[in-house]
């Protein structure tokens, strides 16, 4: 059973910082691996989307890299604004299940004026 | 462009009544549907998938039931609520099954009492 895992549980940093975000996951054989921003009590938003075949995904100031070998991902946010602010959630997809999501429990970012 | 439409937003139910949470996407034709629920201390975890009107593939056992009459619409049921039912239900949608990014919608905060 894929168990994904995300460090720290909660992060706060001051503005500017920049910042990097963890997720494992136990089983390698993945179809994607996609990073999410929940807002309290919203919906998810999605940021990135790596796919298998991928290493990194750049949207703007984030930047997302892979290792499936490893299982590991890293969420990394430059120069970090108090928007910033929100429930960041890792998810993967595995080959042979199709299409379910797997969750990590999120890592709560604070990002002080 | 696509959107996704939940309601109610926010519902507060007693032990024992019934439940009917209502997904609708629009912009998009023949989605991939999917009831996620957030409980508190939990990460997110796949409910149910529908890829057709009819069609539906659950994920967990439980006390929940859902139902896709139209293409475009994808209901979540219970006859009985439990305590264990309350969560944030999400609903989502992609074109394809696994390698394609799934978005959500806004979310309905269940609390059963």
């Known amino acids: ?113 | 462009s696509q959107t996704i439409h939940q309601w109610p937003a926010t519902l507060v139910q007693p032990v024992g009544s019934p439940l009917s949470l209502e997904c609708t996407v629009e912009g998009t034709s023949n989605p991939n549907l999917y009831w996620y629920r957030q409980a508190a201390g939990r990460g997110l975890q796949l409910l149910f998938y529908s890829v057709g009107i009819g069609q539906i593939s659950s994920e967990v056992p439980q006390n929940l039931s859902a139902s896709r009459p139209q293409d475009r619409q994808f209901i979540l049921s219970s006859k009985k609520l439990l305590l264990s039912d309350s969560g944030f239900y999400l609903c989502a949608w992609s074109i394809g099954l696994g390698e394609e990014t799934q978005y959500f919608g806004p979310g309905t905060r269940l609390l059963v009492l």
């Open chain 1, 1 to 113: 059973k894929q168990e994904v895992t995300q460090i720290p549980a909660a992060l706060s940093v001051p503005e500017g910082e920049n910042l990097v975000l963890n997720c494992s996951f136990t089983d390698s054989a993945i179809y994607n691996l996609q990073w999410f921003r929940q807002d309290p009590g919203k919906g998810l938003t999605s940021l990135l989307l790596i796919q298998s075949s991928q290493r990194e995904q750049t949207s703007g100031r984030l930047n997302a890299s892979l290792d499936k070998s490893s299982g590991r991902s890293t969420l990394y946010i430059a120069a970090s604004q108090p928007g910033d602010s929100a429930t960041y959630l890792c998810a993967v997809i595995n080959s042979n299940s199709g299409y379910a999501l797997n969750f990590g429990k999120g890592t709560s970012l604070l990002v002080t004026p």
